[in-house]
Each structure stands twice: as C-alpha cells, then as structure tokens.
C-alpha cells in the first residue's frame, strides 16, 4: 500500500508536503466549522503559510536525510523504547527542553545582552507564529455571547469565557503587539550589537546575519503601526498599512524556511543529545583503547562510526579499531608517529627518521654511525685509527 503510493509521487518529500497541506486543510475545515468563520481579509496569509509549510517540511526531509540527523534519529527512536531508560529520558527531554529552549541558558552562557536579545527574539517569533497561524488556518476565533462576554473558540469547541473588556480579553487581543514589542527590542538590541561589536563586524554576512533582522524589523514595525493608526491616529492610512504588513508577513513566511530563522524548528530536537549520549550528567563512559581513560559516551562513538561508515571515511586501523575508538590525547600521538614514519619499530635506530615530506630528524639523542657521513676512504682509515687508539693521535 504504501509502496504504490510512494510510486504517485515524485519524491517521499513531495509525498511528505501533499499531506501536510491535506492535514492542514482538514484542520481549517473544523477549525472554522466546515468554513463558517473563515476570514477572507486573511487569505494572503494563508496562502503564505501553506508556502511556509510546504518549506519547512522540504527542509526538515532534507536534514533529516543527512546522516548524522538520521544517526540521531535513530538512536533516539531505539531509546525512547527501552523501558529501562524511560525514566531517565523524560527527565532529561525536560531538563533540556527547560533549560535550553524555554530559559534558552546556552546563550545566556555567551554574555547577558546576547542572552536578552536571543530571548525576546525567539519568544517574540514563537508568540507571533502562533498567533498568526491560529487565526489564518482559522484554528481559533471570538463569538460574542452578550455584549459584555466573549468566548474563545478552538477547533470548534468553547473554550475560555472572558469579560469584553476585562483585564484578561485586553492581553488576548494585544497578543500580537506584545510579542512584536518583544521582537523590536530584540531585534534593535541585536541591530546595535552587530553595528557596535568590531569583532562580529568582520565576521558577518548581510544577507545571512542582517536581512533576517531588517525583516523582522520590517514586520513588527508595519504590524504596530497598524495599532498605533487605529488607536491613536483615528485609522489614518490604515489600508494601505494593512497591505504593507500583509506583504512584509507574506515575504518573511516565504523566506523562513530556506534562511536562517530555519533553526527556530529544529532547536527542539538538540533535546536528543543529552538523552542519547550522557548515561549521567557530564559523566564519560567510553574507555579509550589505548590507555584506558574513558572519554566519551559509548553509544555516541558507535554512532560516530556508523555515520563515517556510511559517508565512506575509512578510518578503520590495521588492528581492527578506529581512531574514534581512542581518547584525543592518544589520537594526536599517532597522528605525529605517522607523520614521523614511527608507527613500528626504526629498522636503524642509530639514522636520522625519514618522515613523509621528505625532512629528516636526528635520531632522538641516538649516536649516528660513521657510514651515514659517507666520509672519503682516507678519512674513514683516519677515524679508524682514531678509535683504535682510545681516543689519542699517535
């Protein structure tokens, strides 16, 4: 069954994006009651977000398709089953999930200001994302119960009854200009950083590192304008800042999933790193094949040599292990013996090491014979005589 239908199209990407826009139909379809309450003024964005979709998921089949994101995949799936390890794998997913997704600590790390920046950013664009495709695939909407009570309908189903003009209503309906808020700071921080920082300066590239930043910037701006033209400008311009927002979200949708914000979607799965590969927290448990000290994790270096294996990097040694299989410390001295020719034993130890570029170096404080100065036959006699004699000319 599911080899004939692989057959109807081009590619499983393909196959993978046609259903995700089909189960994103089917979710529009009962969040907006068989397209009841579907909002017509949206049908930009969602047009935009199907694009936006259909990206994301050509990206993730791409990454997922490297092998060392299958490797890990993988040994997640195989983890995630073992009943011995449940326990440890949901504390982990949650510490890390924590840690470095919700607190985001592994940029607080880099410098508070990077941590800050990072942090409005990212939750700024999570808020924003969800927002946006809540209400364009028409997942939520408001019904007017009596004109002081409104209720909050999702997927179909009443959820949460709040005052029209109550405290909380006041947060829902500026949710979008709060995380937009969030991202402008976020972004004017980020902005003034790579304007000030002589350092980034050098290393920074304006179509990776600042365009995703002016369009952010481009999309909040235009999106708070909009409140600002209806709240204190009695809707001055607000069409035509409407059709400006709308093209700034449609073109930032487009771009996401082939730029750099591409890493806002795959962050989650770094929660399989510590589940995988740290039995306990920053405690090593792979034994160096050499001199014993252990290293690594043992499931992370066997995953390291099924992902070389399959890339075709030969790093097998002639005893049968891999150079994976020893500690760093080990791997650089037989990097130098093999670059000094010093992997056996020196067939004459008393000459000078022939290494592969072709240098030579002293035999390591060894004496050299006399036969290596190819001396001329009277000096040779001479020498002779020299040495017969103890040490004194006769």
Same mark, same amino acid.
């Given at each position: ?39 017509? !003024?949206?049908?930009?964005?969602? =047009?935009?977000? /199907? +694009? &936006?979709?259909? #990206? %994301? ?6 990454? *997922? ?31 890390? !999930?924590?840690?470095?997704?919700? =607190?985001?600590? /592994? +940029? &607080?790390?880099? #410098? %508070? ?6 942090? *409005? ?54 949710? *979008? ?54 709240? *204190? ?162």
């Amino acid at each position: 069954m599911m080899k004939t239908m692989e057959r109807s199209f081009y590619s499983k990407t393909s196959q993978y994006a046609f259903f995700i826009v089909l189960f994103l139909l089917f979710t529009i379809w009962i969040g907006t009651e068989r397209f009841v309450h579907f909002d017509m !003024a949206l049908m930009g964005y969602l =047009l935009s977000s /199907f +694009i &936006f979709a259909i #990206g %994301i998921t050509i990206r993730m089949s791409a990454w *997922l398709l490297r092998p060392a994101t299958r490797q890990v995949v993988k040994r997640s799936f195989q983890n995630l089953k073992q009943k011995d390890r449940q326990r440890r794998n949901i504390r982990s997913i949650a510490k890390t !999930a924590f840690e470095n997704i919700f =607190l985001q600590k /592994f +940029i &607080f790390k880099r #410098g %508070i200001y990077r941590g800050v920046q990072h942090f *409005l950013i990212a939750w700024g664009c999570m808020g924003s994302l969800a927002i946006t495709f809540g209400l364009t695939f028409g997942w939520m909407h408001f019904e007017l119960v009596d004109p002081e009570t409104y209720v909050i309908v999702v997927m179909g189903m009443e959820t949460i009854t709040m005052a029209a003009h109550g405290l909380f209503a006041e947060l829902v309906y500026n949710g *979008l200009n709060i995380t937009a808020t969030m991202v402008l700071i976020g972004v004017t921080m980020a902005l003034v950083r790579r304007i000030v920082n002589q350092d980034v300066n050098v290393t920074q590239r304006a179509e990776f590192d600042l365009f995703p930043l002016y369009l952010l910037l481009a999309v909040t701006v235009s999106g708070l304008s909009l409140t600002v033209s209806y709240v *204190l400008l009695e809707g001055w311009m607000h069409h035509y800042l409407t059709l400006i927002h709308q093209v700034t979200v449609v073109v930032f949708l487009v771009y996401f999933p082939f730029g750099k914000l591409f890493h806002l979607p795959i962050r989650p799965l770094a929660t399989a790193v510590p589940m995988n590969y740290q039995e306990e927290w920053k405690v090593d448990t792979k034994p160096c094949h050499s001199c014993g000290t252990v290293y690594s994790s043992t499931d992370q270096i066997s995953d390291v040599q099924a992902i070389l294996q399959v890339q075709s990097f030969d790093l097998q040694l002639a005893d049968g292990s891999f150079l994976s299989d020893y500690c760093p410390a080990c791997r650089r001295r037989m990097r130098v013996m093999k670059q000094l020719n010093m992997e056996t034993s020196l067939q004459e130890k008393e000459k000078p090491i022939s290494t592969i570029n072709g240098m030579h170096l002293s035999g390591f404080s060894k004496e050299r014979t006399d036969d290596y100065y190819q001396f001329p036959e009277h000096v040779e006699k001479e020498l002779e005589k020299y040495k017969n004699t103890g040490g004194t000319k006769k």
